[in-house]
Structures are given as C-alpha cells and as structure tokens.
C-alpha cells in the first residue's frame, strides 16, 4: 500500500514565524501535491511538483512556497505565517504512469498560526 | 473552467435508512470522476473512480455511484448506512491533466 506520511498532525506557530510542513511518500511516485482544507471551501491546490525539483503553482499559491530536492519528499514553507494561513493541510502523491489521476493523501497536518 | 458542485452540505440521516449524496461536474468532454471519504482527524481515502466503461461504479464499504454524462451527474448512494458512515464526503473530477478539482465536501451525519 502507498503511505504518505506529514511530519506533525498539530502545529502551532505564532504570526511572522517561517513553517516547515514536510511530506514523503514511499511509493516513488514523481507527482506530489500539496492541499489546504477550509471549512466551506473543499481542497484548493496550493503547489505541485511533476518531478524532482520541479513545480508550478496552483490556485492558491500567494505565502507559500515549496522545495523537492529529493523524490520522495516534498516541503512546504510558509515564508512569514499569518493568521489567515491558519487550516489543514493535506499532502498528496500520484504515479504518473497510471492513466487515472489517482491520488493518495496523507493523515494532514493542523496549522494553528496565532 | 472545470468545476465540481457538490449541492448539499450537510446529510443527516438515520441508520439503516439509504443516501444519496449529490455531484454535478461542468464539462463536455470526458472526464474521470472520484468520491474521497474523509473521517474524524484523517486524511482523504479513495472510495470509487469512474474511468470509462460501465456507468454504476462500486466502492469500497458497500457505496456505489452512477456516471450519468448527459446530466453531467456522479451521485454517491448507499442503500443503508451505519454509524461508521459518519465522515464528510468529496467529489474530485479531472480531465487529462495531473490536477484533481474538488467540490466543498458534504458531512454525513449518521444518527442511531
């Protein structure tokens, strides 16, 4: 089975902070994305990456940004937290050879910025 | 654009009485379709795709969901559900792309 794990379930940080939310799978899949969860709003992509170092924006990406140095983890960062930054967070992967777009989810990590 | 409408928020309904859970996705060409369940402090876990082929698609926990292209529809049902149904549900779509588009997700409140 995938497994898809994210370093913390329940973060706090305070405003102005830099955040690490960090993200591995271990199924060598090339693509991995990263979600946040609001109340009301569903998921709204934040950032993708089609491969090692490689990645391109998705709806939401302003206060974020992301690294993937290596395969199976992909990183998160938000440069100066805010309060509005406060939600869940969720990581995914895909193997780009599968013709159905599939994705698999991480357990999510909490973000309380205060 | 593509989108994913998910009309209903919120679904409650008593055990062992069947649902419905309702999905209309904007688009004219071929699509693939899903319904993710999220449980209580869980990540999303995949119930049942639709890639092509036959129109009704069963799932994992005795769900089943019905591709219907001319109303551009892939409603979720059950015909009884249990209190470990309880969770909230999301339609994705995607069309030919690495993407998934959401819709807000619908809670479903199973009382005893």
């Known amino acids: 089975d995938v497994k898809v794990t994210q370093s913390s379930r329940y973060l706090v940080k305070r405003t102005g902070e830099k955040v690490f939310l960090e993200c591995v799978q271990d199924?060598?899949?090339?693509?991995m994305f990263w979600y946040r969860q609001d109340p009301g709003l569903g998921l709204r992509l934040i950032y993708f990456?089609?491969?090692?170092?490689?990645?391109e924006k998705g709806d939401i990406p302003e206060g974020y940004s992301v690294s993937r140095e290596k395969k199976e983890r992909f990183s998160l960062i938000l440069e100066s937290a805010s309060t509005n930054q406060t939600s869940m967070y969720l990581c995914?992967?895909?193997?780009?050879?599968?013709?159905?777009?599939?994705?698999?989810f991480g357990p999510g990590t909490r973000l309380t910025v205060l | 654009a593509q989108s994913v409408t998910q009309l209903d928020s919120q679904v409650p309904v008593f055990e062992e009485a069947p649902v419905e859970l309702r999905c209309n996705y904007s688009s004219s060409v071929s699509v693939y379709l899903f319904w993710y369940v999220q449980y209580p402090n869980q990540g999303l876990q995949l119930l049942l795709k639709y890639l092509s082929g036959s129109t009704l698609v069963k799932g994992i926990n005795g769900f089943e969901a019905e591709f219907n292209k001319s109303q551009t529809s892939f409603h979720l049902r059950k015909p009884s559900v249990h209190i470990s149904d309880t969770a909230e549900y999301f339609c994705?779509?995607?069309?030919?792309?690495?993407?998934?588009?959401f819709g807000t997700g619908t809670r479903l409140q199973v009382f005893p």
């Open positions: 995914a992967s895909r193997d780009m050879g599968t013709p159905n777009n599939e994705q698999f």
């Open positions: 199924m060598d899949h090339e693509n």
């Open positions: 990456s089609y491969d090692v170092k490689m990645k």
């Open positions: 994705a779509a995607s069309r030919d792309t690495d993407k998934l588009i």
